[in-house]
């Protein structure tokens, strides 16, 4: 009977004689929880998002050296040309007859020299010396002792400096130009010489 009694009056006594202490300890622990919770879920997905974030930058860095990989591959002239001033030069290996020369530079999407600047005529007279007779691209094919290009720009005052003394001559009949020495001579232009092509060079980025 006395048991039968206290278990009804334990229950509400109970509840209502630590009413206050487990409502406290609860709200505690679902603060304490949910902040864990919150902590947790943040770091779920913080972590890998910071992981994608980081694996972004590695692929970046990964292309801008790819890029300069490729961007080194670049050259503005072919293999075996020389670059200068923008332009791409073949100095031949081998001779030819004018003509033939002319169709050789062709043939490679370039032409046989034409000379544009004192730098440039200086540049290929120290290499043309140092080889032997080698053609450009002028002759007075056309008219007699009337110089031209293969351009068909026509042989401009300031480079007739370049002629060597007593030259043009048009001995025998001499209508090609070429380099000869420290200057320019007109030879017939069924002799065997060098020759030398020129192309402009390819525009390659941070080159
Ligand atoms: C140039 O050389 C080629 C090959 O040897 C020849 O066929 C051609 O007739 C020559 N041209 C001149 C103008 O000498
Ligand atoms: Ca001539
Ligand atoms: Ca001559």
């Known amino acids: 009977m006395t048991e039968e009694m206290k278990e009804p009056q334990l229950g509400p006594l109970g509840c209502l004689g630590r009413g206050h202490t487990p409502l406290v300890l609860k709200l505690l622990f679902f603060i304490f929880f949910s902040g864990l919770l919150l902590a947790i879920l943040i770091q779920v997905f913080k972590v890998p998002s910071d992981q994608g974030q980081s694996k972004q930058e590695e692929i970046y860095q990964e292309m801008i050296q790819l890029k300069a990989g490729v961007d080194r591959l670049c050259r503005p002239c072919p293999w075996d040309w020389t670059s200068f001033l923008g332009n791409c030069y073949f100095f031949s290996k081998s001779t030819r007859n004018w003509t033939d020369s002319v169709i050789a530079c062709k043939e490679t999407g370039a032409q046989l020299v034409v000379i544009k600047s004192h730098e440039e005529q200086n540049f ?84």
């Not at 290929?124 to 010396?129: E, F, G, M, R, T």
Request: aromatic share 12%.
């Open 124 to 207: 290929l007279q120290l290499i043309s010396k140092n080889k032997g007779h080698t053609w450009m691209g002028m002759s007075d094919l056309n008219t007699e002792a009337t110089w031209h290009w293969v351009d068909g720009s026509p042989l401009l005052p300031a480079f007739m400096k370049y002629w060597n003394p007593q030259e043009p001559n048009n001995l025998g009949e001499e209508d090609c130009a070429e380099f000869d020495g420290n200057g320019w001579n007109d030879d017939n232009c069924d002799v065997n010489n060098f020759w030398i092509c020129k192309k402009p060079a390819a525009s390659c980025p941070n080159q």
